[in-house]
């Protein structure tokens, strides 16, 4: 049983400052990695895939991939009040096709 | 273009009832998951279908099927519900069987009385 591990959070941040999400995962064979953002009551909806190690930006967002060390990041800058979600962590196995999501990070965004 | 449809979105069923939820996916995608999301928890792999066939299933008692039809859409069944059954049930489609991120419906709230 693979492993997906989050910080639950809250994390706080002020508008406007970088906000750090961190995931760790048990499984080194692992190699699709993505971030979800999910608002309270809402469905999942996806912002990132990395599968490479190294950074991979997307206007404000930008994930990072070190498989070594079994860690996925997700970094958003200039953070905005709508960023506040909950964010999950994804891993998604290569002799199979589920995901394993992790318990997700609540993010809150301080105006 | 219609996105991942689900219904319905609320259902309120008492325990031991049986419930189906249905999922239409995004038009030209072939393969349909099904996830449950506890309150509080990352969604939960329970079924994948592509072509019309099982290609994976999570750890989920058997209380739980689902099928594909020919149009791609999809039915997830639960059995002999159970308070602890009461979740956020979605759907995802994707293009193909590998999956490269999903798209996921809007869900099904379920409670179980």
């Known amino acids: 049983q693979k492993e997906v591990e989050q910080n639950s959070g809250p994390l706080s941040v002020p508008e406007g400052a970088i906000a750090s999400l961190n995931c760790t995962y048990s499984?080194?064979?692992?190699?699709?990695f993505f971030w979800y953002r999910q608002y309270s009551g809402k469905s999942p909806e996806l912002i990132m895939s990395?599968?490479?190690?190294g950074d991979k930006e997307d206007g404000r967002f930008t994930a990072q991939l070190n498989k070594a060390s079994q860690y996925v990041s997700l970094l958003i800058r200039d953070s905005q009040p709508s960023d506040s979600a909950t964010y999950l962590c994804?891993?998604?196995?290569?002799?199979?096709?589920?995901?394993?999501f992790g318990t997700g990070t609540s993010l809150t965004v301080i105006p | 273009d219609a996105g991942v449809t689900q219904s319905p979105t609320h259902l309120i069923k008492t325990r031991g009832q049986h419930v189906t939820l249905r999922c239409s996916p995004i038009?030209?995608?072939?393969?349909v998951s099904w996830y449950q999301q506890v309150l509080g928890q990352g969604p939960q792999f329970i079924f994948q279908?592509?072509?019309?066939?099982?290609?994976g299933r999570g750890n989920f008692p058997d209380r739980f099927s689902a099928r594909q039809f020919p149009n791609y859409s999809s039915e997830l069944n639960v059995n002999a519900l159970l308070l602890g059954d009461s979740a956020l049930y979605l759907c995802?489609?994707?293009?193909?069987?590998?999956?490269?991120?999903?798209?996921f419906g809007s869900g099904t709230r379920l409670t179980v009385v």
């Open positions: 995802a489609s994707s293009l193909t069987l590998a999956n490269y991120g999903y798209t």
């Open positions: 499984d080194r064979v692992s190699q699709s």
């Open positions: 990395i599968y490479s190690n």
């Open positions: 994804a891993v998604r196995e290569d002799t199979g096709n589920q995901f394993y």
């Open positions: 038009s030209g995608h072939k393969s």
């Open positions: 279908y592509y072509e019309k066939e099982e290609r």
